[in-house]
């Protein structure tokens, strides 16, 4: 009786270790995965600008030498064509990672500032340092260059990183697992994988700044378990990219354009243009062109096109598949559920209380709400939460000044769309709604990943600590009045090339003096020959 009620104990003890230490494990890893991140930073190895170069030189090379792979890899999560998985995720990545390399040297350098009459001869300037370990949480539908793409910023502004690809797209999450400890520190950039269980208890560990890029209903998720830390974050969401569009375009251009950027990835894309606002004619003009894009796209049916993807899962599948039912379907509407398809599908005679208007689509759907003219439009895009990107499709200056000035948006692209984004000079991020925190891309990446330390350094000059010692007790108003007219703000008049043009004036004064000394040195040498 005594053995098996020992047996019995020792059985719940085992048990009770073995449950403690499975809902420990994923803690312990990634606490561990942090430790050796801040560890490797402490260390300095990530600060050299030679280290960083040579970061981005590797990743590079990854993309180059394993493009195909990771191509296969995206191909198998969202069925998509090879030439587009090159164009926008690869090519677009290594653009962005060449950018840093050309450009990296320049970006470290100290920023200098204004300074007041009191600091004149002072060091005054920006210094941008790493804030240190960095979060990374990719997502699915750009699994490549929206994971990689932010850990170029985290690479040039020095800092360490740990990237949680997306576990929706399973295949470019193992490769991106396997290949970057090949390319990368592996200390200073680790890939840590799993779903929302593993996600939230990475998010109970301590860093120094988070980047993410998902929906804005994981990204509230994301802020809150930020702010515990007070972390600073970056936060990438979406929305409804709104479309305005007038009869003073080329309807076909337009129409070829709007509808590119709307099928890209089969609509799953955070910039695709989510709905047209046009009157009834330009409509009835857009539906009409359509057609004949479409059938210049696809030569058929898109169905059996290798050039347009699939809906990422079943339940988003349904989702989208949902919105069909929203107002009247003028072109498309043919689904497949083996496959997730859902045709390029374009709907009219929507309303604002239809689902369709209110979700972020992300699929193949593009709905036209109907407004009177552009004054109609902005009212109903800023009744609406501001969009990630806002597109304008006219020729009309004054149409054009009228979105730009009156509507907010995180960015603006006028006669096209998401070609914006291959600029990596323009900072890309969203406003309230679609997103928050620093903008990303090209330099402002780099200055997303860096803190921005203000420094000061002063001298000891005798002369100028007289001019500055009306701040030392005991006070009076004759000190004050001194005081108040060094520290004023004024404007500043000298120009930004100043001091290369001291340097080029002092030269030719020192050329034309020491002209002057040899000329006269010549001459005393001549007089006494000339006076025998």
Known sequence: MFKRTQN?????????????????????????????????????????????????????????????????????????????????????????????????????????????????MDDSFIHSEPFGVVLIIGPWNYPVQLSLVPLVGVISAGNCAVIKPSEISENAAEVLAELLPKYLHQDCYQVVKGGVPETTELLKEKFDYIFFTGSTTVGKIIYQAAAKNLTPVTLELGGKSPVYLDDSVNMDMACRRIIWGKLLSLGQTCVAPDYILCNEEV???????????????????????????????????????????????????????EDQYIAPTILTGVKNEHQVMKDEIFGPILPIYLVKDEDEAINYINENEKPLSLYVFSTKKNIINKFMQKTTSGSLCVNDTVIHLTIDALPFGGVGFSGLGSKYHGKASFDAFSNKKSVLIRNFNPILEKIASDRYPPFSEAKSSRLRFLLKKRKNYIPSCFPYLAVFVLGMMSIVILKIVFNAADWNDKLPKILQ
């Open 8 to 120: 019995t104990l020792e059985t719940e003890i085992i048990n009770r270790e073995s449950l403690i230490q499975k809902k420990i494990k994923m803690p312990t890893e990634y606490f561990k995965v942090l430790q050796t991140a801040r560890k490797a930073f402490a260390s300095g190895v990530t600060k050299p600008v030679k280290f960083r170069l040579q970061q981005l030189e590797s990743l590079l090379k990854l993309c180059e030498e394993n493009e195909e792979k990771l191509i296969e890899a995206v191909k198998r999560d969202l069925k998509k064509s090879k030439i587009e998985i090159r164009l926008t995720e690869l090519e677009y990545l290594k653009n962005e990672i060449r950018g840093a390399i050309y450009n990296l040297t320049e970006w470290v350098k100290p920023q200098s500032t204004e300074k007041n009459l009191v600091l004149l």
């Open 283 to 337: 409509q009835d003009l857009f539906l009409k062109s359509s057609k004949k894009v479409l059938a210049e796209f696809f030569e058929g049916d898109p169905i059996d096109s290798p050039d347009i993807g699939r809906i990422i899962n079943d339940r988003n599948y349904k989702r989208v598949q949902s919105y069909l039912k929203d107002g009247n379907i003028a072109i498309g509407g043919k689904t497949r559920d």
